[in-house]
């Protein structure tokens, strides 16, 4: 089991800035992807990032440039660092780990407003 618990989202303004977090707990030695999807209001949730437990990183088109996807073992965190907001950004960002036995968990979410 793993338990996932996202922070970090809120309203910001058109061009700024925001960095997600994801609290991982319990047994997270068998995670080998970590994701950060998201929904927005009407729209089927997509894929923004992954990153593999070696490293490799994967981002939707319409993030590359702006969004980095990084982790910290130590701390057993997920990030996804958001620059140059859109508005089309708003949505509910979730979290998501794949562990060995191809099992997935989900955090709650978080909402990110860009909205002048």
Do not use: H
């Amino acid at each position: 089991q793993v338990q996932l618990v996202e922070s970090g989202g809120g309203l910001v303004q058109p061009g700024g800035s925001l960095r997600l977090s994801c609290a991982a707990s319990g047994s997270v030695s068998n995670i080998y992807l970590m994701n950060w999807y998201r929904q927005a209001p009407g729209k089927q949730r997509e894929l923004v990032a992954g990153l593999t437990s070696l490293g490799s990183t994967n981002y939707a088109d319409s993030v590359k440039g702006r969004f980095t996807i990084s982790r910290d073992n130590a701390k057993k965190m997920v990030y996804l660092q958001m620059n140059s907001l859109k508005p089309e950004d708003t949505a509910v960002y979730y979290c998501n780990v794949m562990v060995i036995g191809n099992r997935d968990y989900w955090g709650k979410g978080t909402l990110v407003t860009v909205s002048s």
